[in-house]
């Protein structure tokens, strides 16, 4: 019989993709929320494209979810230092270029069916799970049912 690990040597978050929020969250500006221990924030740029990082500024700590999206970036409310969705700081005011340890973490994040989802790395080790056979994009989400 095989004698499973210890909990401890468990990984608190395994790597694999979490519901994140409504996709419709987006349409006020950046999304920031607790997701594997610690604030992420999610935004769409200009271009549509989806982004997931750290949500804590590498300048300050402030939280990027209070920030705005220009362009192809996310601005920070306190200082506007703006990161890329690679996770590097593109334009820092005051400074010449922007310091190198202005970096933050990336996550990979899909839109399916109104729903976002957070993979726990920058890039995900398998897609986004479906029914086997079925084209996600022929499926309509409906309403939840509250009663």
Excluded: K
């Excluded at 997931?52 to 590498?58: E, G, H």
């Excluded at 402030?62 to 362009?71: I, N, Y």
């Amino acid at each position: 019989m095989t004698v499973p690990p210890p909990r401890e040597a468990l990984a608190a978050f395994p790597l694999s993709w979490y519901p994140f929020a409504p996709a419709a969250d987006l349409l006020r500006g950046p999304v920031s929320r607790p997701l594997f221990g610690q604030p992420i924030v999610v935004f769409r740029t200009s271009t549509g494209r989806l982004a997931a990082l750290d949500a804590r500024c590498a300048h300050l700590s402030a939280d990027l979810g209070r920030g705005a999206v220009v362009g192809e970036c996310i601005r920070c409310p306190f200082h506007h230092w703006q990161y890329g969705t690679h996770g590097a700081c593109t334009s820092a005011p005051g400074n010449a270029a922007p310091p190198d340890f202005a970096r933050l973490r990336t996550f990979a994040v899909e839109e399916r069916h109104g729903w976002l989802y957070v993979f726990s790395a920058p890039d995900p080790l398998f897609p986004l799970p479906f029914f086997p056979d079925t084209d996600p994009a022929a499926m309509l989400a409906g309403r939840p049912l509250h009663y």
